[in-house]
């Protein structure tokens, strides 16, 4: 492995130029993405299972997810700032430990106590993925390699839930669900291997933090922590209730009804790898989040509309066309507060980031739910989805005037 440098001229650490070195750092952070939330989708198709074992009811079984989000927002904004004193590295494999110990209360589970705590560290693992893999694509790439290794280990996110989908249940079905949990903990081993092999050193991304460059940052940070916070709710909503909306409202049979996450996982996947690369030679990644917020809010109202007069073709043009700018937009988020944070802090901004994300995920599925209660429909939840995704077009316009009036945040 090449010799790690700190580069004199914008004192980020750099490395040769090794492809090689690149596509293992990239897979390492992608791994790391994917490890965190892990246990929460292997909870999700695995829920059959698990709740027939259990004799668990489904306001219980719902309650792990939000309690699991419920964790993760005071925790990244402490996490954030740990990265930065701590060191990338040290945490990266903190946050592969947790999530392993997830995995292992999940595997032993044989009450409803052992999932709350695995829910609980499993919220513990995903309040440090940002800020931690945030602060190392910050401290050891170069800016014009920034954007698409951001799509790819944003990626991770989507190539996990996907993988999970997939794996699980048949493995299921040859030897339990405790079983199949535990087999998670290969990947999870092999991203410990990838760490140690591909990260460098804490004390090689060591940086001074200039003095009020934190407070400027964090002032910046806020407006991007709305943004995924409107769009955090709209992105939860529709994971949860796609397939049931479709099933209910539009008769589609419950297999193919289920087939939308798939839809939402392949397109989220390519979309995040092309915006990654759209945003790393973008000059204004205010501006790029503006259009695709204009463009998820469509797509939501696609979905509104399928439900009358469309049918299923429009709400699938509306499923890719919210997986291809909603669910892929953290990507342009997370590179624009990698490229724009002061030097030193981009753990604390991406974990006033995730204060954002993750309140909007704890969000989204109840006030749904709650609002197809109480009105016995799906469409004014989709229309209110519309609208945040067109609130969080204030919000980056907002930021774009921050980073504006404020050009020595930027960079």
Not at 128 to 133: D, G, L, S
């Amino acid at each position: 492995m090449s010799q790690l440098v700190p580069d004199g001229r914008n004192g980020v650490a750099t490395r040769g130029e090794s492809r090689s070195w690149r596509v293992g750092f990239g897979a390492t952070l992608a791994l790391a993405m994917g490890i965190s939330p892990v246990v929460l989708y292997s909870l999700n198709v695995l829920s059959p299972f698990v709740i027939s074992d259990l004799g668990l009811s489904r306001t219980a079984f719902g309650s792990l997810a939000s309690l699991s989000f419920a964790v993760a927002i005071p925790c990244s904004y402490f996490g954030g700032r740990a990265v930065d004193r701590i060191g990338g590295r040290r945490l990266l494999f903190g946050l592969v430990v947790t999530a392993i110990i997830s995995v292992l209360l999940v595997a032993r589970a044989d009450a409803f106590g052992w999932l709350v705590g695995a829910a609980a560290v499993a919220g513990l693992s995903q309040s440090m993925a940002n800020p931690v893999t945030n602060h190392l694509v910050s401290a050891f790439v170069r800016r014009g390699h920034q954007g698409m290794l951001m799509g790819v280990k944003q990626s991770g996110v989507q190539m996990s839930q996907f993988a999970t989908g997939i794996a699980l249940p048949p493995l299921a079905l040859l030897i339990g669900w405790r079983g199949a949990m535990t087999a998670l903990l290969v990947p999870a081993f092999g991203a410990l291997a990838l760490a140690g092999r591909f990260v460098p050193p804490d004390a090689a991304n060591r940086e001074a933090v200039p003095r009020g460059s934190s407070g400027a940052g964090r002032a910046v940070a806020w407006w991007l922590c709305g943004y995924l916070f409107l769009v955090g709710v709209a992105i939860q909503a529709a994971n949860a209730y796609l397939p049931l909306y479709a099933f209910e409202v539009l008769g589609l049979p419950a297999a193919l009804a289920g087939s939308l996450a798939g839809i939402v996982g392949g397109v989220g996947v390519v979309s995040r790898l092309g915006w990654g690369w759209v945003g790393g030679r973008s000059p204004d990644p205010g501006r790029l989040l503006t259009a695709l917020a204009v463009a998820a809010t469509v797509a939501f109202a696609a979905i509104a509309a399928a439900g009358s007069i469309g049918g299923v073709p429009l709400l699938i043009v509306g499923v890719a066309g919210y997986a291809a700018t909603a669910a892929a937009a953290n990507v342009v988020v997370m590179l624009a507060v990698v490229q724009t944070a002061p030097r030193g802090t981009t753990g604390r901004a991406t974990g006033i980031l995730a204060i954002g994300l993750f309140s909007g995920f704890a969000c989204g599925p109840v006030a749904f739910g709650a609002l197809v209660d109480a009105t016995g429909s799906y469409r004014l939840g989709w229309i209110l989805a519309a609208a945040f995704c067109a609130a969080s077009a204030v919000a980056a316009a907002g930021w774009r005037r921050s980073v504006q009036a404020a050009p020595t945040v930027a960079g």
